[in-house]
Every structure is written in structure tokens, then in C-alpha cells.
């Protein structure tokens, strides 16, 4: 067997990551070839990454609104309701 089809002797995730992801250490990967993004978060801000997109009690995009100080659509529906009885 040459290097291209020998088995990787890669060990099982134990752990998950920050990310969510299962952290497995891959020995040979060069954290720094032009490939590997070894430092996702930098150039960005304390608010960019205080920010979760992942609250399970409501949805995608009233989590968005309301990271961007924006109306829920709960909120825009009591709005528009409210206006219609004003008349």
C-alpha cells in the first residue's frame, strides 16, 4: 500500500467544538497553507460575534430582526392589526 490508500489512523471525535462541530485533530494539516482558514473571526467585532443565530424558541428571522433592532413579524402583525382598527 503506498501513502495515497493507506487508512488514515485518524482518531474519533471525543469533543465538540465551540462551533458545534466534533473536533478531531487531523496530524498533517498546515495551519497555515493559504487553504486553511486558521483564524475565522479575525477583523471582526465583540457585537459580530456576541451574536447567536441559534435560539430554538423563535424563528430565523425574527432572530435577525431583532439583531438588527428591527421589527418581529409578531410585532409588524400586532402593528398592522392595531392600525387597521384605528381606521
Do not use: C
Not at 460575534?49 to 428571522?61: E, K, M, V
Not at 432572530?63 to 392589526?81: D, F, P, R, S, Y
Request: charged share 25%.
Amino acid at each position: 500500500m503506498d501513502k495515497n490508500t493507506t487508512k488514515a489512523a485518524v482518531a474519533p471525535a471525543t469533543e465538540i467544538d465551540t462551533s458545534g462541530a466534533p473536533q478531531q485533530i487531523v496530524p498533517d494539516v498546515d495551519m497555515t497553507h493559504p487553504a486553511v482558514d486558521n483564524d475565522p473571526r479575525a477583523g471582526t467585532t465583540t457585537e459580530q460575534n456576541r451574536i447567536d443565530f441559534n435560539d430554538p424558541t423563535i424563528s430565523g428571522a425574527d432572530q435577525v430582526a431583532i439583531n438588527l433592532g428591527m421589527k418581529t413579524e409578531g410585532e409588524a402583525h400586532a402593528e398592522a392589526e392595531a392600525a387597521a382598527k384605528k381606521g
